[in-house]
C-alpha cells in the first residue's frame, strides 16, 4: 500500500512540475523585429538568450512529464501484478 501512496505522490509532484515549467517557458516572450530597425548584436543576443531558455525549461517540462508518465506506468504495473 505504502508503495503505491509513493507512487502516487511522485506522479503527482512530477506532472506538477512539468506544468510549471510550460507555464514559465509559455511565459517568456521574444520581441518582435521590426524591417525598418537595425539589428545589433545585443539584440541578437537577448532573442538567442530567451529562445534557449524557453527551450531548456521545455525540456525540463518533458523531463517530468516522462517522469510522471513512468510512475503512473510502474503503479498499473503493480495494481496488475498484485491482483
Do not use: P
Not at 530597425?37 to 517530468?64: F, G, K, M, P
Request: hydrophobic share 55%.
Amino acid at each position: 500500500m505504502t508503495l503505491i501512496l509513493l507512487l502516487d505522490l511522485l506522479a503527482l509532484a512530477s506532472a506538477m512540475a512539468a506544468a510549471y515549467l510550460w507555464f514559465r517557458a509559455s511565459s517568456v516572450q521574444v520581441r518582435r523585429v521590426n524591417k525598418s530597425e537595425d539589428i545589433n548584436s545585443l539584440d541578437l543576443n537577448r532573442i538567442v538568450t530567451a529562445i534557449n531558455r524557453t527551450q531548456l525549461l521545455n525540456q525540463r517540462a518533458a523531463l517530468a512529464t516522462a517522469l510522471s508518465a513512468g510512475m503512473f506506468a510502474l503503479k498499473f504495473a503493480h495494481d496488475l501484478l498484485t491482483r
